[in-house]
């Protein structure tokens, strides 16, 4: 827990000034963090003896997580042409003697959609009117249901919630998650219409809502990444991050929570 503690707050020395300032500060921040989990997304596919293409995929989510930061119209079409060059490349294997390639084409795909076009929705979130203080609304939420899961659900996690999946989480962390993230949604309303620039901009009653929705949904995304570290027989994505783990490790939820985060805002607050 300790060496978690010193990490995070390492982490939130280099992020709160990145998040803040935004532009390539920003871009050099998540997109590390995307990039290095699609290295690690690939390492662990090649663990259970699939082979997505580690250049295309790597180079791909590398292209679309710059387009959709710096030259959104652009960002379409990238992917577009980044899966043309995957399936390319995986009928070229097929024929020289790769009897997996459909697979290996299909993980290729999955790690440029979901890191790549799907995560991009963190950038997406910061290039808001006032981006700086709705990513810290929505990750403070994400962040305040991981913490509350992780602390209540080590203390007091009696009954599994998928053992299959991940043996570790419990009912009652799930729990602590929904109903923490839901605190930090009303406090964090309160203090950015109160104290930041979000005045008249969001209701108490929708940063709950928020908070409710960020505590349910984005859990899911650290069963996915078990699903496949689970399939691959690897416990961590790496142990790049002290107490952590890898990068993919610390965006499985984050992915989740800006998609969502995104779309309530659009549509229901900006």
Known sequence: MRKRLIT????????????????IFYYFLMGTFLIGATWEYVNLFRAAKIEPQAYIT???????????MFFP????PVFALSILVAMAYHLV???RGRDQSALDFGVTV???????????????LRNLVNGGWWFFLVMFCVWFGDSGAYSIGRAYGRHKMAP???????????????????????????????????????????GAILGFILGVFPPLGDFGESMIKRQSGIKDSSDIIPGHGGFFDRIDSWIWGAVIGYYFLIWFIV
């Open 73 to 76: 119209a652009y960002a379409q």
């Open 164 to 206: 299959r999946l991940s043996p570790k989480k419990s009912w009652e962390g799930y729990a602590a998650s929904v109903f923490t993230a839901t605190l930090g949604g009303i406090f964090f309303v309160y203090a950015f219409t109160a104290y930041g620039n979000l005045a008249g901009e969001i209701t108490i009653w929708q």
């Open 93 to 95: 294997a097929y024929e």
């Open 110 to 124: 999955g790690g440029l959609t979901y890191i790549g076009c799907i995560g991009s929705y963190l950038f997406d």
């Open 8 to 23: 995070a707050l390492g982490l939130a020395a280099i992020g709160l000034p990145a998040v803040l300032f935004g532009g």
């Open 58 to 68: 790597v180079g791909g989510v590398a292209l679309i997580t710059f387009m959709r």
